[in-house]
């Protein structure tokens, strides 16, 4: 099974109140190959949100409680962003999820960059607490950026992975 960021399948979900569909994203949900997960919604967060930056530090230092995650306002939400990371991590195993694809520069789903942590709009090369937490178990991850034909097909039944073909290109 795959997992997904919910709002790459075209859920209104991050902080802003927009989704950021993807239609092979959206493909492979409504054809049953795809798990949808929002680790902010699934714990409570409201959209629109305030925006979320990790501060002092990489997920993994989040995780060592060596840095934190602050909303824009400076209200820190680490506990939830550790929470929802969590969240994902037992559906992921629920469901024997080999790959995940989620959406990049995301406090909680970034793949290869987030933002800084001082709000300024630049990013640096590392992951979001869910990201993190599904790559330590194993899972490969994947950025939105990186999704295409060739990275899904290892992870769909060869019938799915020939309309996938025909219908997504």
């Known amino acids: 099974m795959i997992l997904v960021s919910s709002c790459l399948a075209g859920f209104k979900v991050r902080y802003n109140g927009t989704d950021a569909q993807n239609m092979t994203v959206r493909w492979l949900v409504t054809h049953g190959q ?4 929002c680790p902010e919604i699934m714990t409570g967060f409201s959209t629109p949100r305030p925006s979320v930056e990790i501060v002092g530090g990489s997920a993994g230092d989040v995780l060592n409680g060596k840095a934190y995650v602050k909303e824009y306002n400076g209200n ?94």
């Open 76 to 169: 820190d939400v680490t506990a939830k962003y550790i929470a929802g990371a969590q969240m994902v991590l037992e559906i992921a195993r629920r469901n024997n999820v080999q790959v995940a694809f989620l959406k990049e520069n995301s406090p909680s789903c970034g793949v290869n960059n987030v933002y800084t942590g001082l709000f300024n709009g630049q990013l640096l090369h590392g992951s979001g607490i869910t990201a993190h937490v599904l790559k330590t178990e194993g899972i490969k991850v994947y950025s939105d950026l990186e999704l295409n034909y060739t990275r899904v097909k290892p992870f769909v039944s060869a019938n799915v992975s020939k309309m996938l073909k025909s219908e997504i290109h």
């Open 34 to 37: 795809a798990i949808t997960v």
